[in-house]
């Protein structure tokens, strides 16, 4: 009888120790992590709760008066028309571009897939400044619809193009044998297996068209985005913008249902590598000449003629236009904003992506969440939400750096998550289990295994939320201390005074720092596809 208790205290003891039976308690590493990641998670959410809060302040009464009037009917089909315009022709380059690169005999197809990628190295407004430069009457819908396309069908193109070289190629294969004909190989066994990628593409593009406001504003085309400015910089009337940035809020979340709905439940994964061969490419035979100048179309509409009219006006002006003091210092402050945010972003980004990998559960899952709900959400709202919440609670911070680099971190902490969660998963705790047999300190162990796999990804994280403050307007308009001139504020201010030539500069530089960010998203794609 005493043998048998013995041997069930130790079974018991046993089973407490390897994680069966009663859970061991959280170190307070874990638990510091923990308070990390929920403080960041409820901060990214000050700026749904300035809307929720900003609607039930006003009342329903005179909030339903500012919502249902002639004006916010007029910006809602705009902004409706131009989503309903935009991302199917997104879609039509993207998985059109996709498809002959990766799948059809197209002559230097290796070329192209680069060459389709550049035009998201073109921030909007300055691919908007170029148009507009040389031909001054555009405007209006088709024109918003030009620019917007050219500028964002990028963003379907990379990732389908990354789905399709990764697919396997037996199913295809199978559909051919059974008698399918090339279009209809394409359209029922091609297209549903790309519909998560064109999906997630079409959603970024249209939260892009949401958020825009410098491309619309220089053509004047009217937007809810470009509505919320003018109200904020004419009568700073926090009321009517509030309820114009709720509506805004409101068809970001719409679309966001919409994707999850366009996405659907089912599986598109496989078990196991797949067949190794090579993709089937088709030939393209009499029809490579007119593949290629449609390519050759979209690439010079997209990007070689923004940038020859930004290099044309960059030296077509004075010698004074090239102003070393001014364009350093906007290089500078720009360097150092998009620097800190960096930091800052990984920095907030890994406790969050840390628990998502090692201690997934429901808490952790929402924490991760609720960070993608601000980043979904227009700079300019963000912005006016960090403006009312500072003047309120906190006057000392208005206009501060400090709350411009929260604002950064809250609207860009996905970039980094994204990227720090896919370096941790080749982290597996079991190697710091290791070091610590061998004598390491935790936090040792901790430092030099987990942290040092995971720098490359967060330095890839960094990178991309670096180049993206860089290219940041609307937040930074509002946000920023006074006397700050990024890039972008500094090319703003010039063009909306009609100086082409003194923005010409600003623009070439922002071009030339989004270079780098461009070929990193693409080369994390390929990555990511196994190439």
């Known amino acids: ?58 009342g329903w009464g005179t909030a339903a008066e500012l919502i249902f009037r002639p004006r916010v009917g007029e910006l809602l089909v705009n902004t409706l028309l131009l989503v309903a315009c935009t991302v199917p022709l997104c879609i039509v380059i993207g998985v059109g571009g996709a498809w002959l690169v990766e799948r059809t005999q197209l002559a230097g197809a290796r070329w192209w897939s680069l060459a389709l990628a550049a035009p998201l190295a073109i921030p909007a407004f300055v691919n908007s400044y170029g148009w507009v430069s040389v031909v001054p009457s555009l405007g209006g819908l088709h024109a918003g619809v030009l620019i917007a396309t050219l500028s964002y069908f990028p963003l379907v193109y990379i990732p389908v193009a990354a789905t399709l070289t990764r697919l396997d190629p037996a199913l295809e294969e199978s559909a051919a044998a059974l008698g399918l004909g090339p279009w209809a190989v394409f359209r029922r066994v091609v297209l549903p297996q790309l519909r998560l990628a064109i999906s997630g593409g079409s959603l970024l593009v249209g939260l892009h068209l949401l958020a825009e406001y410098g491309a619309f504003a220089m053509i004047q085309f009217d937007t809810f985005t470009t509505a919320i400015m003018s109200q904020y910089q004419s009568t700073f009337n926090g009321v009517a913008g509030s309820m114009l940035a709720g509506v805004l809020v409101l068809l970001c979340f719409l679309m966001l249902w919409l994707e999850a709905r366009t996405r659907g439940r089912a599986r598109l994964s496989r078990i196991g590598s797949g067949s190794q061969a090579l993709p089937p490419r088709a030939r393209l035979h009499r029809f490579q000449a007119p593949a290629q100048l449609a390519l050759v179309a979209v690439t010079v509409l997209a990007f070689v003629l923004p940038v020859s009219f930004v290099l044309r006006w960059a030296f077509a002006g004075r010698p004074g236009t090239w102003v070393a003091d001014d364009l350093l210092t906007a290089l500078a402050q720009t360097l150092g904003y998009a620097s800190a945010g960096a930091v800052v972003t990984v920095i907030l980004a890994f406790p969050l992506a840390f628990l998502a990998v090692r201690h997934s559960t429901v808490f952790s899952r929402f924490l991760e969440l609720s960070n993608y709900v601000t980043s979904s959400m227009p700079g300019i709202v963000v912005g006016l939400a960090f403006v009312t919440i500072s003047i309120r609670v906190v006057p000392d911070l208005y206009q501060s750096a400090a709350v411009l680099i929260t604002a950064y971190s809250l609207l860009f902490l996905p970039r980094a998550l994204v990227s720090l969660r896919s370096g941790l998963a080749q982290a597996p705790p079991e190697l710091e289990e290791a070091a610590q047999t061998l004598g390491w300190h935790p936090a040792m162990a901790f430092v030099r295994v987990t942290l040092r796999l995971s720098a490359p990804a967060a330095a890839g994280g960094a990178a991309l939320v670096f180049l993206a403050v860089v290219n940041e307007l609307t937040a930074t308009l509002l946000l920023a201390p006074n006397g700050t001139r990024t890039l972008a504020t500094a090319f703003w201010s010039k063009s909306s005074e009609i100086n082409y030539t003194g923005a010409a ?14 070929y990193i998203l693409f080369r994390q794609s390929r990555k990511v596809a196994g190439q």
């Open 505 to 518: 500069p600003y623009a070439l530089l922002m071009i030339v720092l989004s270079m780098p960010m461009t």
């Open 1 to 58: 009888m005493t043998s048998t208790n013995t041997s069930s205290t130790v079974d018991a003891d046993r089973r407490t120790a390897t994680g069966q039976g009663i859970r061991p308690r959280p170190s307070r590493a874990l638990l510091a992590l923990g308070a990390l990641a929920t403080a960041t998670a409820l901060l990214s959410l000050l700026p749904l709760a300035y809307v929720i809060g900003a609607t039930a302040e006003t």
